[in-house]
């Protein structure tokens, strides 16, 4: 199993529709939790960390359950430059900390 | 904000040959680390640092060095190169938050080619 899954894409979606991309880590010791964003043939953002009481920036919610092991983000009335590549990302003691990235969602919205 | 720096955005290098990939990073971080994108593998970590003169193996260091002589510069180091080092290769860094490892910032990437 892998340390962090994602849901697998891509995800084709009409502008102004909300989407959902979910991820799971396996490791309980699991410290810290982002998601990423990467456009083509460009290298990994940071979009936004994730909190246990959730968070929010401006369309974009992400949400921990440390209890299910499982992370998620929520975009909100999606925009044309919101395609790209969504990863998912956690750090975790491992013998020394790690980071660890899903091997990302692909997003395409549509005119 | 936060910018890391890689010294080459493209390279091509023939099969046996040495090649350095700089990187340096404004913002006094702790950690840096280099990675390597492929596609199907996604990122791959090669070596880190969490401090001057201090590195960490990652989970793929065959074939490659690294050296932190001060604390904005990190360098990857490619003793020889080989065709299947032919990658795109990311610097980042970031700072230390309660133990763990915060937000990685990523350079623009080094796209390798080794003929």
């Known amino acids: 199993r892998k340390e962090v899954e994602q849901d697998p894409g891509p995800f084709n979606v009409p502008e102004g529709a909300t989407v959902a991309f979910n991820c799971t880590y396996s490791n309980s010791a699991s410290q810290s939790f982002f998601w990423y964003r990467q456009d083509c043939r460009k290298e990994p953002k940071l979009l936004m960390s994730v909190y246990s009481s959730g968070n929010e920036d401006g369309r974009f919610t992400a949400q921990l359950n440390r209890a299910s092991q499982y992370i998620s983000l929520l975009i909100r009335d999606s925009k044309l430059s919101d395609s790209a590549t969504y990863l998912c990302v956690v750090n975790m003691w491992a013998g020394g900390f790690k980071t660890i990235f899903g091997a990302g969602t692909r997003l395409f919205v549509k005119a | 904000d936060v910018k890391v720096t890689q010294s080459s955005r493209y390279l091509v290098k023939r099969t046996g040959e040495k090649v350095f990939l700089e990187c340096v990073q404004d913002?006094?971080?702790?950690?840096m680390f280099w990675y390597r994108q492929d596609p199907g593998l996604g990122l791959r970590l090669i070596y880190f640092s969490y401090d001057v003169k201090m590195k960490e193996k990652g989970d793929i260091p065959e074939g490659y060095s690294v050296s932190r002589e001060k604390k904005e510069r990190f360098s990857l180091i490619l003793e020889s190169a080989s065709t299947n080092q032919t990658s795109m290769y990311l610097c980042?860094?970031?700072?230390?938050?309660?133990?763990?490892?915060?937000?990685?910032?990523f350079g623009e990437g080094s796209r390798l080619t080794v003929l």
């Open positions: 980042a860094s970031s700072y230390a938050t309660s133990g763990a490892y915060g937000g990685l910032f």
């Open positions: 913002m006094d971080h702790e950690n």
